[in-house]
């Protein structure tokens, strides 16, 4: 069942029908489209719209709802031919007699009195013996079952694709039938290209609210198990909690001084390498350097924004972190193999695009004409550009560090492979500390119960690491305002 196909024939009669409405109009003008409110396009494009919008649309309702009908159906008919002689037999030798638990004197199997767990069992066997990768082991009846399955799937496949390529029709030849010389295609069009915009933003927003909700809920939780002042103000990280009476390190710590502590001193070191290389070599670009130099720094710049993070991690780790080490070691200073300066460092490098690409996008955006004033009043260059260039580009160099900033404190890999995992509370840069994000996803990594502390954690952490980046946007805001008012 490829949907993928029932939307290239949605769209391909969708085109055909844009050529057939434009035509249409040419015709009904008489060859004169200035009589005609709208160009023949916009009547093209009302036909398009009116053939694939209704379709799309049953069909973005038909792909979530049928394989729930489906399995329904095939369990009805489980239900219904399970009491039939050799049915209930098979399956008590089947395996899946032990995935439901079921004793040898079962004479019958009711649906509605298997646990959560079964049910949900039953329901992947027979997706997976209809799609063939289930093994060996099941009841013929199983597999009649999900042949069952597999049929009306296919069915509802063939008519959802004869309803859709009907509904494409009806709807392209009730457009086409509206078509006339004073039909106001245009306004048509457009209302629907902004429906199809409040649409999309509609989403966004919804996106991040439940994005938001879902960190809210789940820390909620956290906090009902673990003090939220415990979280906030504890000195010490060490979410390990007992899985069997008696263990070791039974009762964990959730004080996440030392992960917030981590971050904001990687973040900052990243900061103090990417703001300043970033921000001189787009004055340079934008200012001083020749068309042709400018056209071949600027990209191999930004080369180092597609670097895979995880290749910064392995510079990092075998290389940067090992000269800082061998560096403090001939200068009488103990470096920590992972050392924040280390991952500070390296992540700075990988944001200097951000920044460099960012400014010089802005410097570059500022009038002219506010240079030659400067130039006519007789300032320098240097002059002009402390002056007059950066405060009037100030707003949009903030935008680009603040990016700068929530990219270095949403960073993982390089930490993960150049700091390392010690939550240690220090601002000794020499010293190993981890990040917010590397516990995150220490927390959800590997086989442990969701509803655990240790677990729950993680969704407290990103629900901080959401009011961080929060703060920040409000605070860049509050200077790009300030400064808006100051220089337009």
Sequence with gaps: MNILLVIGVILVLALVGFFLGRQRAVVKSGGESRSLHSLPGYHGHFVALWAAVPSLILLALWVPFEPVLAMNAALDYFQAHISEPGNMEEIRQSKLSLLLGLSQEATTIKLDELSTDQFQLLQTEIRNMASGTASAGHAAFIQEVADYYSSYRQTSYYLMFAACVGLTGAGAGFAWSRIAPGMRARNHVEQA????????????ILTTLGIVLSLLFEALRFFAKIPITEFLFGLHWSPQIAIREGQVASEGTFGAVPLFTGTLLISFIAMCVAVPIGLLSAIYMAEYAHARVRAVVKPLLEILAGIPTVVYGFFAALTVAPFFRDLGNSIGLDVSSESALAAGSVMGIMIIPFVSSLSDDVITAVPQSMREGSFGLGA???????????PAALPGIIGGV????????????????????????TANPLEAVTT???QIVTLLVGDQEFDSPKTL?????????FVMTLVLNIIALHVVRRYREQYE
Excluded: D, P, Q, Y
């Design 193 to 204: 290209v902004k429906w199809f915009m409040i649409i999309c933003s509609t989403v966004a």
């Design 380 to 390: 320098t260059r240097s002059e002009t550009i402390r002056r007059v260039i950066l």
């Design 402 to 425: 603040l990016l700068a900033v929530s990219r270095a404190i949403g960073e993982t890999m390089i930490v993960v492979m150049a700091a390392g995992l010690g939550s240690n509370l």
């Design 436 to 438: 917010v994000t590397v």
């Design 457 to 465: 954690a993680a969704f407290a952490l990103g629900l901080m690491l």
